[in-house]
């Protein structure tokens, strides 16, 4: 049932063949990519599929290097000597990695320093290692496209802070539009004369400048940064969010306001070690507070979202043929898993069409997320029978995939946690389940023992062909069909299961149909 032996391989719907094995795609089986920033310096490898990669290995030293860069106009001396040892070290496990490349990009700290270019010179001799310092457009294209590997089709504003500048970028229709860089980085200005009074009227001058340049800028604002995602944590915090992945996260202009008050009145190191926040970020998270007053209050943006990926996820979307771009990560992340995991590969197709007929008017973004969890629905086999679970929904909700929104999230934990288990109460997650509403909780519910359902047909190559659902949602009937050869397929535990799909449906009436 592996999917190169699939008789109808041809049919692969609107997401096309998988792609991870693609030639135009092996050269991207692992990627290593290095950010030389003005707070930390950052290792990253990817690896895995090729449209949405797993986090192969991920190192990052804050170096500071840009701390002090205001007064001095020189880098970070402290900083140099960790960045300088970081950038050793890394060259190093590259190697030990194999990887055919490493990346390394600099950016506003030594772009902007006297002393950048004779340090940059220091690390290539000291490495090996070719550092391409980037200019502030430069770096907001690559953040723009790094939303863009996690997001297909987004389209808004992009800021990406940093410590020593910010960076703007609109995006629609697949494409990095205008773009503008700015000092708005927390290092930047923290020591300005004046204290608050001259932060404000600081930050007030070069945000409007900024929404000049940029125009209006209604829709969406996506923030890329450590110092956004440490506000996202925080205003997590304040709400008592229950599930704590950043990416997706969304806010709106008031409950940034909201935050941002919290920040203000709050004792910081309590909040810092209750969000687990470092203490050299938490350092910068008020200047950065201030800065996004402002840029909510000049913008009024629709909704705001935080973006795990940035400048790092641009790089690696910069050397992706546009074939491999147009793919959908959720859905190439999930081939992929099953490909790796599962017990039998391609199955997870022929799954789907098993389950769809119990979905006749759903739209196609339902449809995507219930081809995941059909191709998901067997990568946690391995897992021991008493906690697997529980193991699909916290694999499902707390995985690195890109676009998927939290609710999307929970839908799929609760999907495959019900492809093993008939009840949800009990287990830990439950304070999540509120992030999804009672009709599609009991959606997932029906998707999960559906799924439960078709996995006990597909012990021979023959078996899911000749087994398919009906459901008539106005009489509430539900027809399990199946041919004679595979009839004895319907045991004593597929007849349950059977019982237990039609409950989660309230259906009416049941019925099984041998074909003669």
């Known amino acids: 049932m592996d999917a190169h032996n699939d008789p109808d391989q041809g049919d692969w719907g609107p997401f096309g063949r998988p792609i991870f094995d693609d030639p135009k795609a092996r050269h991207l089986k692992r990627v290593g990519v290095v950010d030389i920033g003005s707070n930390s310096v950052r290792l990253v490898?990817?690896?895995?599929?090729?449209?949405?990669?797993?986090y192969f290995y991920n190192e990052k030293v804050m170096c500071g290097l840009g701390a002090g860069m205001a007064e001095s106009g020189k880098l970070n001396p402290e900083g140099k000597v960790r960045a300088l040892s970081a950038m050793k070290r890394f060259q190093l496990l590259a190697e030990g990695m194999e990887l055919p490349t490493l990346t390394v990009v600099a950016t506003a700290a030594m772009r902007d320093a006297e002393d950048g270019p004779a340090f940059k010179d220091e690390i290539e001799d000291a490495t090996g290692l070719k550092v391409w310092v980037i200019d502030g457009e430069e770096e907001a294209r690559l953040s723009?496209?790094?939303?863009?590997?996690?997001?297909?089709?987004?389209?808004?504003?992009?800021?990406?802070?940093?410590?020593?500048?910010?960076?703007?970028?609109?995006?629609?229709?697949?494409?990095?539009?205008?773009?503008?860089?700015?000092?708005?980085?927390?290092?930047?200005?923290?020591?300005?004369?004046?204290?608050?009074?001259?932060?404000?009227?600081?930050?007030?001058?070069?945000?409007?400048?900024?929404?000049?340049?940029?125009?209006?800028?209604?829709?969406?604002?996506?923030?890329?940064?450590?110092?956004w995602r440490a506000i996202a944590r925080i205003d997590m915090e304040r709400r008592g969010y229950p599930l704590h992945v950043l990416h997706e996260y969304r806010m709106d202009i008031q409950a940034v306001t909201d935050t941002i008050k919290f920040i203000e009145e709050a004792n910081l190191e309590e909040l810092r070690k209750a969000c687990s926040i470092s203490s050299a970020r938490m350092d910068l998270v008020p200047y950065a507070a201030e800065v996004l007053a402002r840029l909510i209050k000049a913008f009024e943006p629709k909704d705001i979202a935080i973006s795990s990926y940035g400048i790092r996820e641009g790089m690696l979307y910069e050397q992706m043929p546009d074939e491999v771009r147009e793919r959908d990560p959720l859905i190439e992340a999930c081939r992929f898993a099953e490909r790796k995991d599962a017990?039998?590969?391609?199955?997870?197709?022929?799954?789907?069409?098993?389950?769809?007929?119990?979905?006749?008017?759903?739209?196609?973004?339902?449809?995507?997320?219930?081809?995941?969890?059909?191709?998901?629905?067997?990568?946690?086999w391995r897992a021991h029978p008493d906690y697997r679970a529980e193991v699909c929904?916290?694999?499902?909700?707390?995985?690195?995939?890109?676009?998927?929104?939290?609710?999307?999230?929970?839908?799929?934990?609760?999907?495959?946690?019900?492809?093993?288990?008939?009840?949800?109460?009990?287990t830990h997650f439950e304070a999540m389940y509120g992030l999804l509403s009672e009709a599609k909780r009991n959606e997932a519910e029906m998707l999960g023992k559906a799924m439960r359902l078709g996995a006990m047909l597909w012990m021979t190559d023959a078996g899911q062909e000749k087994a398919r659902l009906s459901w008539d949602g106005w009489t509430k009937r539900l027809c399990l069909h199946l041919s004679q050869d595979a009839a004895p397929l319907y045991g004593e535990v597929t007849e349950a299961r059977f019982k237990s799909l039609a409950a989660s449906l309230d259906a009416a009436s049941t019925e099984i149909q041998i074909a003669e």
Request: glycine share 12%; hydrophobic share 40%; net charge positive.
């Open 45 to 54: 490898v990817f690896d895995g599929a090729a449209r949405s990669p797993a």
């Open 144 to 227: 723009a496209q790094g939303v863009m590997l996690g997001w297909p089709g987004a389209f808004g504003l992009i800021c990406d802070i940093g410590g020593s500048s910010m960076e703007l970028a609109e995006i629609k229709n697949g494409t990095v539009g205008k773009r503008i860089t700015s000092p708005l980085g927390p290092l930047k200005f923290m020591t300005l004369e004046g204290g608050k009074d001259a932060r404000e009227k600081h930050i007030k001058k070069i945000v409007k400048d900024l929404a000049d340049y940029m125009g209006p800028q209604h829709d969406r604002l996506f923030l890329v940064g450590g110092s």
């Open 343 to 380: 017990r039998l590969p391609g199955f997870g197709r022929k799954l789907y069409k098993f389950v769809l007929p119990l979905f006749p008017e759903a739209d196609a973004a339902r449809l995507r997320i219930v081809r995941a969890a059909c191709l998901l629905h067997d990568v946690s």
């Open 393 to 426: 929904f916290d694999n499902s909700t707390r995985a690195n995939l890109g676009g998927l929104k939290h609710s999307e999230r929970i839908y799929l934990g609760l999907a495959l946690l019900h492809r093993y288990r008939n009840r949800r109460e009990g």
